[in-house]
């Protein structure tokens, strides 16, 4: 009973959602007695806990008297959390006599900001602190006007707590349809906008993601940025996006990860002093005028437009410190060395049917998966998305999908394998039958950026997408690559456009040459206007698994180079594999009429899951 009410204690303040605290049944034997190693899931009045140092686990209800959440139906599909009414009722105004407003006045916010905002004050213990502390609350309204959400902060010492599970930005429900937005890290500093009069502010409900590779958002964080796609309807009606992330590496990052989701051509960025971080210490620091300059110089991102040189000399200074780097491995060496994938980036992908161009780009595509974290849109015309599935999980696990002389996948790794494609990949399907714009594909990757967070997509073939009658194809293909480009660089993903060539004309000795970027039906843009064009070619299908990479176009050195390299391809499990030296596979050598020894593939490895 003891420890049960030990995790009442632990769990009381912290709402709704997943969060770590010190253990009851082993802090007080060790040293680091403050590491939080107690894991807590809380949901329905339920906590389960796990602790990862002393392996302690279990389940404890909420007793009804101190149950702090419940939950209102808001839609018929979409339950969210709301904070219990004697929670809120023990929230204050503002005012002098607690103490919260000498402590707003000396960050520059008054008390017709804070109210107008909803900011309270309250008593609320402050674990990172060990005592009860004077501290603000930022109350998260939906549009019906009940707190879902509030991020308690201390002062003067700063230390956070929360009620409830924010599912929207703070502020809201108090946007202007059709007004210019800022988004910024935190509550003081959208205080601080508001201040100045920029009264269309919302900030992000948990600071910016600390989890940073290279300079980005990890990939693996995505699940806690569910805020953006509940606010869908209030950005996309916006013009213009104002990101103003804190100035460190957090929240640069952060920054880049909110521009690719709504639109790098509608945001733009603001440029601090080299003395300050964030809005409320030019607030502070240099006062309303010098805030107000900074909103109202903000910079364009750079996606299309003229630029003043100095705009990208930070990244010039990077480039020669660090140098330019490449893209993301496909997985294979030899690949690399030829192909790699860059965000922002066109590939166009050509091969004669059945050559496995698809295949190719859907390995490529798990092969990121593993190893990034990257999220993926399929929109693949010639492949239902049942069987698509089944040929992703056949190539995740490594075994057939359907039966053969070969074991399939079991039961237990079709689960496995249904869980990775869920998590990982969205399909554009058009169920009606019906022909797709290219304009109803780009919306919809549009909305797959914005709220699964996709880094990359597949169109396999362009020739299914609907064509605009009034214009020639060449124009028509080449307005369509150069809008492809634009999407690409503005969402900061990579797009593999799978295009068919002309029927070509054999050679002498009956083979068919590899198909280039001239060689594609409808026009020469799809070689002018791609990034990176590459063919996958399988010169003698019927009797050698071996297929040729070849790259025929590469826009920049350091993504790639001209060539080609060979590879092969599993048929049974659809598997590409780097070509080893412990094959046995049959290649007709036609000018001998004989067969060149290959060798057989190596056994595939289990995968780890």
Same mark, same amino acid.
């Not at 920029?198 to 910016?208: E, K, L, Q, R, V």
């Not at 049917?353 to 399929?378: A, C, H, L, R, Y």
């Not at 063919?535 to 003698?540: A, D, F, G, L």
């Given at each position: 009973?003891? &420890? ?19 253990? $009851? ?6 040293? *680091? ?44 599909? %979409? ?14 105004? #503002?005012? %002098? ?6 402590? @707003? ?10 109210? *107008? ?34 991020? &308690? ?11 409830? *599970? ?28 508001? %201040? ?5 502010? &919302? ?36 013009? *213009? ?20 989701? #709504? ?52 990244? #010039? ?66 492949? %239902? ?6 040929? @992703? ?41 019906? @022909? ?13 950026? @914005? ?9 396999? $073939? ?57 060689? &594609? ?89």
């Amino acid at each position: 009973m003891e &420890i049960k009410h030990s995790i009442r204690n632990v769990a009381l303040n912290l709402g709704d959602g997943q969060h770590k605290a010190t253990c $009851p049944f082993c802090s007080h034997h060790r040293k *680091k007695r403050d590491q939080k190693t107690l894991s807590l899931k809380i949901h329905d009045g339920v906590i389960m806990y796990y602790c990862w140092h002393c392996g302690e686990d279990g389940g404890v209800k909420f007793n009804d008297e101190n149950k702090f959440f419940m939950k209102k139906k808001i839609h018929e599909e %979409e339950k969210v959390v709301s904070i219990n009414k004697n929670v809120a009722e023990k929230w204050s105004e #503002v005012d %002098e006599y607690n103490g919260s407003m000498q402590y @707003l006045s000396s960050r520059g916010i008054s008390k017709e900001t804070a109210d *107008k905002a909803g900011v309270k004050f309250t008593n609320h213990y402050i674990g990172s602190v060990k005592k009860e502390m004077p501290c603000l609350v930022f109350p998260y309204e939906n549009n019906n006007g009940i707190y879902n959400f509030a991020k &308690i902060r201390s002062f003067p010492d700063k230390g956070f707590s929360s009620f409830g *599970k924010a599912e929207k930005f703070y502020n809201a429900d108090k946007l202007e349809k059709d007004e210019d937005i800022i988004i910024c890290e935190g509550e003081m500093d959208c205080l601080s906008f508001m %201040e100045v009069g920029y009264t269309n502010c &919302i900030s992000i409900p948990h600071g910016a993601v600390m989890k940073v590779v290279d300079g980005k958002i990890d990939p693996r964080e995505d699940s806690k940025f569910k805020f953006i796609w509940n606010s869908k309807e209030q950005l996309d009606n916006c013009k *213009k996006i104002i990101i103003a992330m804190d100035n460190d590496q957090a929240g640069q990052a952060m920054e880049e990860e909110l521009a690719r989701r #709504v639109g790098k051509d509608k945001c733009f960025k603001i440029v601090y002093p080299d003395d300050c971080k964030d809005a409320n210490e030019i607030l502070v620091k240099h006062g309303k005028e010098k805030l107000t300059d900074i909103v109202a110089n903000s910079i364009p991102y750079p996606v299309s437009g003229l630029y003043d040189a100095n705009h990208f000399y930070e990244q #010039v200074d990077e480039i020669y410190e660090n140098g330019v780097g490449s893209g993301v491995s496909t997985g294979y060496v030899d690949v690399d060395k030829l192909y790699t994938v860059v965000e922002g980036q066109l590939t166009v992908v050509t091969g004669h049917p059945s050559s496995g161009k698809s295949e190719f780009v859907d390995q490529i595509m798990i092969n990121i998966t593993k190893e990034k974290g990257w999220k993926f849109g399929i929109c693949s015309f010639e492949n %239902e998305p049942r069987i698509h599935i089944a040929k @992703l999980i056949s190539k995740y696990v490594g075994k057939p999908f359907f039966d053969g002389l070969t074991p399939r996948i079991t039961t237990d790794e079709l689960e496995k394998g249904k869980k990775f494609v869920s998590e990982n990949f969205c399909f554009l399907y058009q169920a009606d039958g019906s @022909l797709s714009t290219l304009d109803s594909i780009l919306e919809r990757l549009k909305t797959a950026v @914005l709220r699964f967070g996709i880094r990359g997509c597949v169109i396999d $073939p362009y020739n299914y997408i609907e064509k605009d009658i009034k214009t020639s194809e060449t124009d028509w293909i080449s307005d369509m690559l150069t809008k492809l480009r634009v999407f690409a660089q503005a969402h900061g993903i990579h797009i593999w456009f799978v295009a068919h060539p002309t029927k070509m004309v054999k050679k002498e000795d009956g083979t068919v040459p590899p198909p280039k970027g001239y060689d &594609i039906a409808g026009s020469a843009s799809f070689f002018s206007k791609s990034d990176v064009g590459l063919t996958v070619h399988r010169p003698n299908a019927s009797s050698s698994n071996v297929s040729q990479i070849f790259v025929w176009k590469c826009r920049f050195s350091w993504v790639g180079s001209i060539g080609d390299c060979e590879i092969e391809y599993d048929k049974i499990t659809s598997r590409y594999v780097a070509v080893t030296s412990a094959s046995k596979m049959l290649e007709p050598d036609n000018k001998n009429k004989k067969y060149r020894n290959y060798y057989e593939p190596k056994e595939y490895k289990d995968i780890d899951f």
